[in-house]
């Protein structure tokens, strides 16, 4: 099925709804979200809603309003840019856009009856304020950048933690052709689930699996 800003077809075991990208100055053709909801847990009647993003976001932002069982779930998924694909103003222009379509789509849609859990390409690092921050626990030597900084009071704020960053000594997420490599993928989960997850890992056996370049080093992204 065709909509104007995504697609959504099926597979044997998921449902996929892509969200491609619309030239703007904050967006380039490397850019696009896409949801994978796994057949077993979720049918094309338990989408409830698939919100709309305003044109100049178009493959940097998404969200789903989904009905499981008896609980409703808000998906975000958001796609930063790096910091310097783009002019510096313009970089945190973008940024700064992002932040408010999630503020916008999380105060409109996040009820109390609602699970809200942040998908997120930071493109950027995020660091532990203080011995007492539950959103990350992750002393990152990347520091934390104007995203980072942003998304973390966001994350605050709403009480989201990064679920794969509650220890010190977590993995990166992110190799690049240097031999660099970093944390920026992140899953927020409210902070009062936190005692439900039993591992939250970066995943280098999927990943392998996945990678579509042709190495046998670790390259791109991995998932958590």
């Keep these: 099925m065709n909509d104007s800003d995504h697609t959504t ?8 709804i892509n969200f491609g990208w619309k030239r703007s100055p904050f967006v380039n053709r490397s850019a696009g979200v896409t ?7 979720f049918r094309p009647h338990d989408i409830l809603r698939i919100v709309p ?3 100049d976001l178009q493959g940097r932002c998404a969200a789903l309003v989904l009905r499981f069982g008896p609980v409703k779930l ?16 313009v970089y945190r222009k973008c940024v700064d856009k992002i932040l408010t379509w999630l503020q916008k789509t999380h105060g409109k849609y996040c009820r109390e009856d ?9 493109n950027d690092g995020m660091t532990m304020w203080s011995d007492e921050d539950l959103v990350t626990k992750y002393n ?13 009071a966001f994350a605050e704020k709403n009480r989201l933690a990064s679920a794969g960053t509650q220890t010190h000594n977590c993995k990166s997420t992110y190799f690049s052709p240097n031999d660099g490599q970093s944390l920026v993928d992140h ?9 439900t997850v039993g591992t939250a890992c970066t995943l280098y056996r ?3 699996r996945l990678q579509l370049i042709d190495d046998h080093l670790p390259r791109d992204h991995f998932p958590v």
Excluded at 114 to 122: E, G, M, S, V
Aim: charged content about 10%.
């Design 74 to 89: 808000l998906f975000l998924n958001i796609y930063f840019p790096p910091p310097g694909s783009m002019p510096q103003a």
């Design 187 to 195: 899953v927020f989960i409210p902070m009062d689930s936190l005692p």
């Design 35 to 41: 949801f994978m909801l796994t057949r077993k847990w």
């Design 140 to 152: 990152n030597p990347k520091v934390e950048g104007y995203a980072g900084e942003c998304l973390h």
């Design 53 to 55: 993003v305003p044109i």
């Design 206 to 208: 999927s990943g392998a």
């Design 9 to 16: 077809f099926s597979t044997k075991h998921h449902i996929i």
């Design 114 to 122: 609602t699970t809200h859990i942040l998908f997120t390409d930071l």
